[in-house]
């Protein structure tokens, strides 16, 4: 049933300041013709007044929110871009939007309306979701419309941010993700970083967190971001648990993005350094033996942090746009990957 919305104040006080039934008129002109497909000839004969006014009451429910028209592009994938990274990177597979321009937000947004749809693709019921946190993972839980409810069990892999946006954060993207398929969610009760490697090694001690990390390294299906060490686009700044200058003392270390908030270099290689001692999480090595990792990212300043997770095998799905997929393969091309008998583990 269509219905005036409560929440935007300037509409709010339009509804406040109209005659009540005046603002029936409105929503039973809307439903009518959104929800029961009537014709504006047959609303206006229903409603005992005229077409030109059925127009009016139409065109007033749009303006008031009472409706709420949302185009949905057509997703175009270039699937050669995506069997060009599959190849070079040996992954299970990688999904490329063909993006023609907009803003970042814009493409992200449309990103992860893909990642959305493939994990709709792949899940089952009895599935464990892991997740991660960041505003890619945003995009994607919040563009799921699933086919149909499965009993999902979404676990936390990472402790919680905390700070900052908590749309953005594991816990409220568990419990949105649980909620949109009727399952169940589990938090893993824990700061993301602390203060030392002695208090988060105190931590994983703690029977609560270690179930839910023992239970989040038997996922079927891992959702992730790929963050970066570049001021201007790191979500540890935002949040407060890196600032300007701790980061470029990271790239000056080899860091070139993180998954699940840990380090590594252009290679892959997780680094030897003090914030990967004091993450409360999965482990990247386990993180590696779960069958579905879907890393979602886009942009120019995220190309060396995507290239090190596909070359460390900390992704084995890769969801971008074509734009970030092209300079990834480029760079790779430049400045190849040495020979190694694998990515280092913290």
């Known amino acids: 049933m269509v219905t005036p919305p409560p929440l935007v104040k300037g509409k709010r006080m339009a509804f406040i300041n109209m005659p009540m039934d005046r603002v029936e008129q ?6 009518l013709y959104y929800e029961e497909n009537l014709g504006q000839e047959q609303i206006a004969h229903r409603l005992g007044v005229s077409k030109a006014t059925v127009s009016r009451l139409l065109r007033k429910a749009r303006e008031l ?8 592009k057509l997703l175009e994938t270039d699937n050669r871009l995506g069997e060009r990274l599959s190849a070079e990177f040996n992954l299970r597979d990688a999904l490329v939007l063909v993006s023609r321009g907009g803003t970042y937000d814009e493409r992200l947004s449309l990103v992860g309306r893909l990642a959305a749809q493939y994990l709709d693709e792949i899940v089952f019921g009895g599935a464990v979701l892991g997740i991660s946190w960041g505003t890619a993972v945003y995009h994607t839980v919040n563009a799921l419309s699933p086919r149909k409810k499965e009993p999902v069990l979404v676990v936390q892999m990472i402790g919680a941010v905390g700070t900052g946006n908590p749309q953005i954060d594991g816990p409220d993207l568990a419990r949105r993700l649980s909620e949109v398929y009727g399952g169940k969610y589990k938090y893993l009760h824990a700061p993301l970083i602390v203060d030392n ?3 988060r090694e105190a931590l994983l001690e703690e029977s609560r967190i270690k179930e839910t990390l023992e239970i989040s390294s038997k996922a079927d299906i891992a959702l992730v971001g790929i963050g970066t060490v570049e001021p201007s686009f790191s979500s540890l700044r935002r949040a407060g648990y890196l600032s300007e200058r701790e980061l470029l003392a990271l790239k000056e270390q080899g860091a070139v993005g993180d998954v699940c908030a840990y380090h590594f270099d252009l290679w892959g290689r997780v680094l030897d350094i003090d914030i990967n001692q004091r993450i409360v999480g999965l482990p990247l090595d386990r993180l590696h033996k779960i069958e579905y990792v879907i890393g979602v990212a886009i942009g120019q300043r995220k190309v060396p942090a995507i290239l090190g997770a596909l070359r460390g095998k900390h992704i084995n799905v890769l969801v971008t746009d074509d734009v970030t997929a092209r300079k990834v393969l ?10 190694s008998d694998g990515p280092l583990e913290v």
């Open 330 to 339: 480029e760079v790779n091309e430049i400045d190849p990957a040495p020979t």
């Open 26 to 31: 409105i929503v039973e002109a809307a439903t």
């Open 65 to 72: 929110g009472v409706v709420e028209i949302t185009v949905h």
């Open 197 to 199: 490697k002695e208090v």
